[in-house]
C-alpha cells in the first residue's frame, strides 16, 4: 500500500456502496490480504496498490451509501471525498469499476428512485461517464443469483443501457470474487485498456 497517491499515469479506480465485496475483489486483483466482512465503512482514504497482472495503479476508494453506525455527516463527507478524487485525476484514470451487489442491487436502486433522489450507484455511473472515463459495473456476489440474465436485463435497463445486457459485456461484468471468477471484469477492463492505447496510437498520425 502507498501512503499517497503514487506519481503513475494509468490508474483503475474501485467504487461502490458498502459491503459489496470491494476488499474481497480487491485480494484477487491484487493478492494482498484485506480486511473483509468486518465493520462497513472502514476504509476512509484512498488505497493504492498494483495490479499484479498489468502496468497500472489500482486504487480502492472508500465505500458510500449506507453503513451502519456511521453518521450521515461522515457517510456525506466520503462520498464528496469520492467524488473529488475522481474529478481530480479523470485524466489519468483509465477506468472506473464500479462494484454492485448482483443479488440487492436492483432492490436498492429501486428504494432509491424518485422525483428529487437519484440512487448512489446510477449516479456513479452517469458521473463516470460524464467525465469520460469509461465504467465498467462489476456485478459481483453472482453465485447467489439464480435468474441471472433477467437480473442483468434488468440492471441495464436501470442504467439506461437498452437489453439484452449481453450486448454490453464490456460495461456489465457479472463475477463472483469470492469464488474468484472474475474472469468478465478483466476481460472488461482490458478491453478499455486496449481502446485507449490504440486511441493514443492513432494521435501520433
Ligand atoms: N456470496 C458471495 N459473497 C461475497 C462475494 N464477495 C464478497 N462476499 C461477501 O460479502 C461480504 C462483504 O465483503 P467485503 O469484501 O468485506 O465487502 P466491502 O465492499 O469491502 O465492504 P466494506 O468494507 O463495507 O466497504 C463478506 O461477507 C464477503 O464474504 C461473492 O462473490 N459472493
Do not use: C
Not at 473529488?84 to 428504494?111: F, T
Not at 448512489?120 to 439464480?146: C, S, T, W, Y
Amino acid at each position: 500500500m502507498f501512503e499517497t497517491r503514487p506519481d503513475r499515469d494509468a490508474e483503475v479506480v474501485l467504487v461502490g456502496r458498502s459491503n459489496v465485496g470491494k476488499s474481497t475483489l480487491m485480494r484477487e486483483l491484487t493478492g494482498h490480504s484485506f480486511e473483509t466482512g468486518g465493520s462497513p465503512g472502514v476504509t476512509t482514504e484512498p488505497n493504492h496498490y498494483d495490479w499484479t497482472s498489468e502496468d497500472f495503479l489500482i486504487t480502492d476508494l472508500p465505500g458510500f451509501g449506507f453503513m451502519s453506525g456511521v453518521p450521515e455527516d461522515v457517510r456525506e463527507r466520503i462520498k464528496t471525498d469520492v467524488v473529488r478524487y475522481i474529478e481530480e485525476n479523470a485524466g489519468k484514470i483509465l477506468v472506473g469499476v464500479l462494484v454492485v451487489d448482483g443479488k440487492a442491487v436492483i432492490d436498492i436502486i429501486d428504494r432509491h428512485s424518485g422525483e428529487r433522489e437519484v440512487p448512489h450507484d446510477v449516479e456513479m455511473f452517469g458521473f463516470l461517464q460524464e467525465l469520460g472515463i469509461p465504467a465498467v459495473v462489476a456485478v459481483n456476489k453472482m453465485d447467489k443469483v439464480d435468474d441471472r440474465d433477467e437480473r442483468l436485463d434488468e440492471l441495464a435497463e436501470r442504467l439506461g443501457l437498452y437489453p439484452p445486457w449481453q450486448q454490453f459485456d464490456e460495461t456489465l461484468a457479472p463475477i463472483s470474487a469470492k469464488r474468484g471468477s472474475i474472469g468478465p471484469l478483466e476481460a472488461a477492463v482490458r478491453h478499455h485498456l486496449h481502446e485507449q492505447q490504440r486511441d493514443d496510437l492513432f494521435k501520433f498520425f
